[in-house]
């Protein structure tokens, strides 16, 4: 098994969840960071969801990391804080800020095939 780490960024993320990342196929992800950055001049809020590709079990709901997270202007956050979220094959981490273009996003994984 090979661990890979990996970083994606995501510019001007709209008022409605975007797709950051999504798991490759037959590959484990670990989200070591997720940093939120205000790119507006006003504050703003973002969220942060994880949307899983099991239908069934107990993983199968889709789930906030975060919610209404507010963003002074110029400012950035760090949603993981030291945790350590696993992923499976087909989920999605998504971002939305509650005005267009109102933040971007970096996120760090490792990704395990």
Same mark, same amino acid.
Request: charged share 20%; no cysteine.
């Given at each position: 098994?090979?661990?890979?780490?990996?970083?994606?960024?995501?510019?001007? *993320?709209?008022?409605?969840?975007?797709?950051?990342?999504?798991?490759?196929?037959?590959?484990?992800? /670990?989200? *070591?960071? $997720?940093?939120?950055?205000? /790119?507006?001049? =006003? =504050?703003?809020? =973002?969220?942060?969801?994880?949307?899983?590709a099991s239908s069934s079990g107990e993983n199968a709901d889709d789930?906030?990391?975060?919610?209404? *997270?507010? $963003?002074?202007?110029?400012?950035?956050?760090?949603?993981?804080?030291?945790?350590?979220?696993?992923?499976?094959?087909?989920?999605? *981490?998504?971002?939305?800020?509650?005005?267009?273009?109102?933040?971007? =996003? $970096? $996120?760090?994984?490792?990704?395990?095939?």
């Amino acid at each position: 098994m090979a661990n890979t780490f990996k970083l994606k960024t995501k510019a001007a *993320i709209d008022a409605s969840l975007v797709t950051v990342y999504t798991v490759p196929s037959s590959t484990t992800t /670990v989200i *070591i960071g $997720l940093t939120i950055s205000n /790119v507006k001049g =006003a =504050a703003v809020t =973002a969220d942060a969801q994880l949307v899983t590709a099991s239908s069934s079990g107990e993983n199968a709901d889709d789930v906030y990391i975060a919610k209404d *997270i507010p $963003l002074p202007t110029g400012s950035s956050v760090e949603i993981m804080a030291g945790n350590k979220i696993v992923m499976e094959t087909g989920d999605i *981490i998504k971002v939305k800020a509650s005005v267009v273009d109102g933040v971007d =996003a $970096l $996120l760090s994984v490792m990704e395990i095939t």
